[in-house]
């Protein structure tokens, strides 16, 4: 697989789970996002602007940038608001719950008729996180420090990677701009992407989320 | 190093790349200025985009920031300045005079790291883009985002400063902590952001006041949620204070009960006191009704006004609040004021305004450049025409001098309640 390939391992508690993955997550999208592109012709384009909000975290003393795209900020919200509900849910009295969830940009490659386009990966973040008790103990803010300085060190981490510029597919002509970005939204055109999760050390998910998940996977492509 | 007649293919493309650079660096530093504002950036909170913006980023563009760039990056010159690095430094100010220099960003193009392979101009101007995403990042995450997010609640004001050549750095203190904030390789090097941060916050005495005791905690500058920062006294050792002698009240700052302290028996006290000495109702001294023709080649740049004024203002009531002075020795460029903390929706923020208008206003050239050349007779005419309209403006100011001081005392008091 000709892509690059980026993990992070983070022990958070339950309730931070949501605020740091959103934090790694779309500051990642924040530079794989551009404005519209509007095509003049097949090689020709404009690109309209991207603005950027402010977000503060409210169990972490931390601030993110993401794009200002309220139907982007909301896909990826429900995505991640999924994968803690379950990874809270796991039963941490042998093992602390451990989970992981990926960021997988991707682009299409077409297909015979009737096969669907195969969708490549290039670039894949994935965060790990692990739970830990949250107790309120003298530790908790030394605790909390901690997983500051650690988001802020992968937050630097991202933007030394994405300023390599590797793996980036090509701006596409008119013809092939879904299959390196999706236009689906009206007001910024991040590349193709996915987010995906699993758990580990816990119990397999349960059968109606896995249906769901499949059924949302299913309808994305 | 990549000289740069290979470097490009035509001159063309050096043009324009020397373009993208300048206007890269115009827009990093308003980033970075933007993000030292204490301002959270809320959805639908820009103006609507113009779909020309530099880099597809709406970025604002302030123009005083803009010209602190321009000073500091000579259009005809940049790329060798930015060879030579160009910096914003982030500093910030207590109430009580005390500074301290928090971050410098520094805008370089390391001819070391140069790519040969990246020809294409709208690439580079692409990736220049994502390396200003990448700065508005970074602003995010150091310390002094957090200290500028608490300004408008705190007593502390941040200022920023542009400049170019050789940093600064031994302003940030032994311990510094240095982030890349992405590095773009061109066939002219690599261009980058980086800043370099100071990790210890306690603050130095200012040098210029040497009885001065130090009174902020080694934690003073503590970030974290559960400090309060910015206490104004530090409690200091027993011993110390047997030896310290008694300092003179500063009237400059503002007067305030101590705890547990009587009200009553305090304001029967100053009634007893003013009835004594009571305070002159008219403190305006008469002065001669034509005073610009008398002493006209006396007049004193604004600047020098504003400094007497200051040092001679008796009581904290007359004096502009500390933390609108920005002055610095005349060798360094002045750091600019980014806010006006607690003036947000409040009547005061309109005085705030007009005085930061005009606290570093022009000279005033009129009696100037019109004196000399007053030598026929309709021209003085008319410059005296002009002063007896000055002296007449002057009168009805004069005359209305005690509704100005109830006005004062009313933003004064209106100030004090927003305080508390």
């Given at each position: 697989?000709?892509?690059?390939?980026i993990?992070?391992?983070?022990?958070?508690?339950?309730?931070?789970?949501?605020?740091v993955?959103?934090?790694?997550f779309?500051t990642?999208?924040f530079?794989?996002s551009?404005?519209k592109?509007?095509?003049?012709?097949?090689e020709?384009?404009?690109?309209?602007?991207?603005?950027?909000v402010?977000?503060d975290?409210?169990f972490?003393?931390f601030?993110y940038?993401?794009c200002?795209?309220e139907?982007?900020?909301?896909?990826?919200?429900?995505?991640?608001?999924?994968?803690?509900?379950?990874?809270?849910?796991?039963?941490?009295t042998s093992?602390?719950?451990?989970?992981?969830?990926s960021?997988e940009f991707?682009?299409?490659?077409?297909?015979?008729?009737?096969f669907?386009?195969?969708?490549?990966?290039?670039?894949v973040?994935?965060?790990?996180?692990?739970?830990?008790?949250?107790r309120?103990?003298?530790?908790?803010?030394?605790?909390?420090?901690?997983?500051?300085?650690m988001?802020?060190?992968?937050i630097?981490?991202?933007?030394?990677?994405?300023n390599?510029?590797?793996?980036v597919?090509?701006?596409?002509?008119?013809?092939?701009?879904?299959?390196?970005?999706d236009?689906?939204?009206?007001?910024?055109?991040?590349?193709?992407?996915?987010?995906h999760y699993?758990l580990?050390g816990?119990?397999?998910?349960t059968?109606?989320n896995?249906v769901?998940?499949?059924i949302?996977d299913?309808?994305?492509? | 190093?990549?000289?740069?007649?290979?470097?490009f293919?035509?001159?063309?493309?050096?043009?324009?790349?020397t373009?993208?650079t300048?206007?890269?660096?115009?827009?990093?530093?308003?980033?970075i200025?933007e993000?030292?504002?204490?301002?959270?950036?809320e959805?639908?909170?820009?103006p609507l985009?113009s779909d020309?913006d530099w880099f597809n980023?709406?970025?604002?563009d302030?123009?005083?920031?803009?010209?602190?760039?321009?000073?500091a990056?000579?259009?005809?010159r940049v790329?060798?300045?930015?060879?030579?690095?160009?910096?914003?430094?982030?500093?910030?100010?207590?109430?009580?005079?005390?500074?301290?220099?928090?971050e410098?960003w520094?805008?370089?193009?390391?001819?070391t790291?140069?790519d040969?392979?990246?020809?294409?101009?709208?690439?580079?101007?692409?990736r220049?883009?994502?390396?200003?995403?990448?700065?508005?990042?970074?602003?995010?995450?150091?310390p002094?985002?957090?200290?500028?997010?608490?300004?408008?609640?705190?007593?502390?004001?941040?200022?920023?400063?542009?400049?170019?050549?050789e940093?600064k750095?031994k302003?940030?203190?032994?311990h510094?902590?240095?982030?890349?904030?992405?590095?773009?390789?061109?066939?002219l090097?690599?261009i980058?952001?980086?800043?370099?941060?100071?990790t210890?916050?306690s603050?130095?005495?200012n040098?210029?006041?040497?009885?001065?005791t130090?009174?902020?905690k080694?934690?003073?500058?503590?970030?974290s949620?559960?400090?309060?920062?910015?206490?104004?006294?530090k409690?200091?050792d027993v011993k110390?204070?047997?030896?310290?002698?008694?300092?003179?009240?500063?009237?400059?700052?503002?007067?305030?009960?101590?705890?547990?302290v009587?009200e009553?028996?305090?304001?029967?006290?100053?009634?007893?006191?003013?009835?004594?000495f009571?305070?002159?109702?008219?403190r305006?001294?008469?002065?001669p009704?034509?005073?610009l023709?008398?002493?006209p080649?006396?007049?004193?740049?604004t600047?020098?006004?504003?400094?007497?004024?200051?040092?001679k203002?008796p009581?904290s009531?007359?004096?502009?609040?500390?933390?609108?002075?920005?002055?610095?020795?005349?060798n360094?460029?002045?750091?600019?004021?980014?806010?006006?903390?607690?003036a947000?929706n409040h009547?005061?923020r309109?005085l705030?305004?007009f005085?930061?208008?005009?606290?570093?206003?022009?000279?005033?050239?009129?009696a100037d450049?019109?004196?000399?050349?007053?030598?026929?007779?309709?021209?003085?005419?008319?410059?005296?025409?002009?002063?007896?309209?000055?002296s007449?403006?002057l009168?009805?100011?004069?005359?209305s001098v005690?509704?100005f001081?109830?006005?004062?005392?009313?933003?004064?008091?209106?100030?004090?309640?927003?305080?508390?």
């Open positions: 697989m000709n892509a690059r390939t993990s992070f391992e983070l022990s958070m508690e339950g309730r931070q789970v949501d605020e993955v959103a934090s790694i779309h990642v999208l530079h794989r551009s404005g592109f509007t095509y003049n012709n097949e020709s384009y404009s690109i309209r602007t991207v603005s950027y402010d977000v975290c409210d972490i003393d601030t940038v993401c200002e795209s139907a982007l900020g909301h896909n990826v919200k429900r995505e991640i608001s999924d994968f803690s509900d379950l990874l809270r849910a796991v039963d941490g093992s602390p719950p451990r989970g992981s969830i960021l991707f682009q299409k490659r077409r297909a015979r008729w009737p669907q386009p195969e969708c490549v990966p290039w670039e973040w994935t965060v790990y996180c692990e739970l830990t008790e949250s309120p103990d003298h530790d908790m803010h030394s605790k909390h420090e901690s997983v500051v300085e988001l802020q060190d992968k630097v981490f991202i933007t030394e990677i994405i390599r510029h590797e793996y597919p090509k701006m596409p002509s008119r013809s092939d701009a879904d299959l390196i970005f236009t689906s939204y009206s007001d910024i055109q991040p590349y193709l992407f996915k987010i699993n580990s816990a119990p397999s998910t059968v109606g896995t769901r998940k499949l949302r299913t309808l994305y492509l | 190093m990549a000289p740069d007649v290979v470097a293919s035509n001159i063309t493309d050096k043009n324009e790349f373009k993208f300048k206007f890269l660096a115009y827009k990093g530093v308003q980033v200025v993000s030292r504002k204490g301002v959270k950036i959805p639908n909170s820009k985009t020309s980023l709406q970025i604002p302030s123009p005083e920031v803009n010209q602190a760039t321009k000073n990056l000579p259009s005809d790329l060798e300045t930015i060879r030579s690095q160009l910096h914003v430094e982030i500093s910030v100010q207590t109430e009580d005079g005390d500074e301290m220099v928090l410098l520094t805008l370089e193009l390391d001819e790291q140069f040969t392979s990246l020809k294409a101009m709208n690439t580079v101007y692409f220049m883009g994502i390396l200003l995403k990448s700065l508005i990042t970074i602003t995010r995450i150091t002094a985002y957090h200290l500028s997010r608490k300004q408008r609640t705190e007593s502390f004001t941040i200022f920023y400063r542009v400049y170019n050549g940093p750095t302003a940030l203190g032994e510094v902590k240095k982030v890349q904030a992405g590095l773009l390789k061109t066939p090097g690599g980058g952001f980086s800043v370099m941060y100071r210890n916050f603050i130095s005495p040098k210029t006041e040497k009885d001065k130090l009174l902020l080694s934690d003073h500058f503590e970030l949620p559960k400090h309060v920062i910015f206490e104004s006294k409690k200091k110390e204070k047997e030896y310290k002698p008694l300092r003179p009240v500063d009237l400059n700052k503002p007067l305030r009960l101590a705890a547990f009587d009553a028996v305090v304001r029967r006290a100053f009634e007893d006191f003013l009835e004594k009571p305070v002159p109702k008219f305006v001294a008469i002065r009704e034509s005073p023709i008398e002493k080649l006396e007049s004193k740049s600047q020098d006004l504003d400094v007497t004024i200051l040092s203002s009581t009531f007359e004096s502009p609040p500390k933390k609108f002075s920005g002055f610095r020795s005349e360094e460029p002045p750091l600019k004021l980014l806010c006006f903390p607690f947000d009547p005061i309109e705030a305004e005085y930061k208008d005009f606290f570093n206003a022009p000279h005033l050239k009129l450049d019109i004196i000399p050349r007053a030598r026929d007779e309709s021209l003085k005419e008319e410059v005296e025409m002009l002063n007896e309209d000055l007449k403006d009168e009805l100011y004069e005359s005690l509704e001081d109830q006005l004062l005392e009313d933003m004064c008091r209106s100030a004090e309640w927003s305080g508390n």
